[in-house]
């Protein structure tokens, strides 16, 4: 920061500059030091006359930064390698403001490998505006290819038996991604579910989350979600849990980022032991869950970070009512489109039927907004609207599409260069600091790469690729397995 004062110094008027010498010797006789203005106010003195040219480090800090806020995520990413004055400004709270107003979406897709034979810590970063924004092939036997070369890292897990200094320590690789709020990820162990690390990959940052004194009593999964509370500028975590003293009730749990503990508020007024799809949105988080009559309806709960209470929001009213049955829960999915709740049904043979929430709050106001035919059901996820008006899709975990509701056709991309199966995440970015972000006496933020470069550890060689499955197809033309390039 000393470095980019020294850098950008202010240039102000013979009047100004005078009028700050006289504060900062009154400053200096009391004992005071001179405070350091924001960063976005900065500015570098004008070169002199001997200066034989200007660039831009010349610029003014807020026109760099309202200049560097423009460009794509993977120019951000570089810009932020440039020099310390650059990563200063992309860090700055103002960047993080005018990035998220562009007219551009400020939300990103990436592509993470998961499977029981190959899970990584990679990120993989998908240009959705690049791809698909341009011109598809005209020919069945055209498979244009594009390399996903931007990537991100989520931090390693340790085991317990590596903090205990056990000598049969090891270091596992696999963390599940709960959901993602305002650029944060909260991360869990699959085992249990249970919460264990806060993360922004975009400045490769992460808290780990403190264990509770009686987390040995924890029996069973652990259901958790992560959020933000708009009033108080905290973000909180929250898991339901299941103790060895009273396992047929629930325990809702709330830890604070930047605080020492967790804290109890009280038994879950559901049991959320069947529940899918974690949702964040409006500073609640969402799951689907089975109803704990004979019938088992499905129907959502939300629980709200500010109020620290639950809700409960119904399917909409037209849903059918064998579809809101327990073992079509796997057959529906839940997340945002557009800033609405939204949620698929795949309950059909020949379509599918996607319902959004045009009222946050309203039950009168879901809306079938798509409905999409198919040949066969199967577990289509929605992932985003893109800028085009295009409906992104994931069919499996290995296959995206995107949808065009004018036109009704399909463009297919397949994932190559690994063989696994993948799971794709929504995220808006953020640029600023955790310690920043959070706040809080309590943090230890560590540094995603120095975590696994200690270990000998940092991602994998993997380098994936979207190839495009030949000329865009109608609904009545869609292969009846996905990854059919309809060749002869």
């Known amino acids: ?96 403001y005018l990035y998220l107003s562009r007219p551009q979406q400020p939300l990103e897709l990436f592509l993470r490998s998961n499977s029981l034979s190959h899970v990584t810590t990679t990120l993989h970063w998908v240009d959705t505006h690049s791809i698909l924004n341009t011109s598809p092939p005209f020919h069945p036997n055209h498979h244009p290819q594009t390399q996903l070369n931007t990537k991100l890292y989520l931090p390693i897990a340790h085991s317990d038996t590596e903090s205990s200094g056990s000598s049969s320590s090891f270091v596992d690789h696999d963390f599940s991604i709960v959901n993602s709020c305002n650029g944060i990820l909260l991360l869990s162990k699959p085992m249990l579910n249970n919460p264990h690390i806060v993360c922004n990959p975009i400045t490769s940052e992460f808290i780990t989350v403190p264990k509770s004194v009686d987390d040995n009593s924890l029996w069973g999964s652990v259901v958790p979600g992560f959020g933000h509370c708009r009033k108080s500028n905290k973000y909180k975590v929250v898991r339901l849990v299941f103790r060895l003293e009273n396992i047929f009730q629930r325990m ?141 899709m994931m069919y499996g975990k290995r296959e995206l599409f995107a949808y065009n509701p004018i036109e009704r056709h399909f463009r297919f991309l397949v994932i190559h260069g690994v063989q696994s199966v993948f799971e794709a995440i929504t995220h808006v970015p953020s640029f600023i600091p955790l310690k920043d972000a959070v706040g809080g006496d309590h943090l230890n933020v560590q540094n995603v790469k120095a975590s696994c470069f200690d270990h000998g550890f940092l991602g994998g060689p993997e380098t994936l690729y979207l190839v495009e499955q030949g000329e865009p197809r109608n609904e009545l033309q869609l292969p009846f397995f996905w990854g059919d390039s309809g060749e002869e």
């Open 252 to 392: 809702t749990e709330v830890y604070t980022l930047g605080t020492a503990s967790w804290r109890s508020i009280g038994p879950a007024p559901f049991d959320l032991d069947l529940s899918l799809f974690a949702t964040y949105l409006n500073g609640v988080i969402h799951w689907l869950r089975v109803s704990d009559n004979e019938k088992g309806l499905i129907f959502i709960v939300g629980f709200d970070f500010e109020e620290e209470r639950f809700n409960e929001f119904p399917l909409p009213p037209h849903f059918g009512e064998k579809h809101k049955e327990k073992e079509n829960l796997h057959h529906l999915n839940m997340g945002v489109l557009g800033d609405c709740l939204s949620v698929c049904d795949c309950t059909f043979v020949d379509h599918m039927d996607i319902w959004m929430m045009k009222e946050y709050g309203d039950p009168t106001s879901w809306t079938k907004e798509y409905v999409i035919s198919t040949h066969f059901g199967g577990p289509y996820r929605p992932i985003m609207l893109l800028e085009n008006g295009d409906l992104l």
């Open 1 to 96: 920061m000393k470095f980019f004062f020294q850098y950008f110094t202010n240039h102000r008027s013979r009047r100004i500059r005078k009028s700050t010498k006289r504060r900062k010797i009154r400053r200096t006789r009391r004992g005071e030091s001179t405070p350091i203005p924001p960063i976005s106010q900065i500015t570098k003195k004008p070169p002199s006359s001997s200066t034989s040219c200007t660039t831009i480090m010349d610029l003014p800090g807020h026109t760099l930064i309202d200049i560097l806020s423009r460009l794509p995520l993977n120019s951000i990413l570089v810009s932020r390698c440039v020099c310390t004055s650059w990563r200063c400004l992309i860090s700055d709270p103002l960047f993080t």
